[in-house]
Structures are given as C-alpha cells and as structure tokens.
Nanobody, 123 residues
Framework: QVQLVESGGGLVQAGGSLRLSCAASGRTFSSYAMGWFRQAPGKEREFVAAITWSAGTTYYTDSVKGRFTISRDNAKNTVSLSMNSLKTEDTAVYYC????????????????WGQGTQVTVSS
C-alpha cells in the first residue's frame, strides 16, 4: 500500500523560506514522478512542481520558477520542495502526489496523494 506523508508546512512572513518534505513508502518508485500541488481556499488544485524519480528531471509552474526547488533523495524515498522568497499568494494547502504519467501538470493523472500540509505566508 502506497503511503505519502508530507511535513514541513507552517507560518512564515513574506520573503521567508520553508522546506516541505514528502516521504513515500509501499513500493518502488523508479517508474514514477512525484509532484507537488497546492490548493488555496475557493480555488482549484494547482500544479507547482514535479520531479521524475529515476532521472531527477524537474518541472515547475511559471509562478514559482526561480523561487522553488524540487529535489529527491532516492535512498530515503523522499521528495522535498524548498520554497524561497515566499509571497502571500503562495498560501495554500500543499500536497505531494505520485504519477506514472508524463502529464505532470494534471492532477487527474496522479494515482496517490498525501494528506496535505498548510503553508501560510503573512504580509
């Protein structure tokens, strides 16, 4: 049974940094990609970043390029999202998810989801 557990959310002032982690367990993930999504109140779930587990190829939505970095630790089955220069509009619940699809930006292609972690950026 695949399990994804996020950690690292919290409250930070605008301009600050946070690091989210997602620990995956339950199977081997070499053929998967891990994505991070976020959902603000009243808004649809939005793609943030993704990384392929084997090659480490990364993808980002334009609004976070240059500020967020996604990385993986194969030995620990963990994917992290380092978030710098945070803005109030980054406030959302952040979810990690697994997919075997190459459609990184589509939440419907992801098979497994974590429970989410709240990130709040204050002005």
């Amino acid at each position: 049974q695949v399990q994804l557990v996020e950690s690292g959310g919290g409250l930070v002032q605008a301009g600050g940094s946070l690091r989210l982690s997602c620990a995956a367990s339950g199977r081997t993930f070499s053929s998967y990609a891990m994505g991070w999504f976020r959902q603000a109140p009243g808004k649809e779930r939005e793609f943030v970043a993704a990384i392929t587990w084997s090659a480490g190829t990364t993808y980002y939505t334009d609004s976070v390029k240059g500020r967020f970095t996604i990385s993986r630790d194969n030995a620990k089955n963990t994917v992290s999202l380092s978030m710098n220069s945070l803005k109030t509009e980054d406030t959302a619940v952040y979810y990690c998810a697994l997919t075997r699809s190459t459609h990184w930006g589509r939440p419907t292609t992801y098979n497994y989801w974590g429970q989410g972690t709240q990130v709040t950026v204050s002005s």
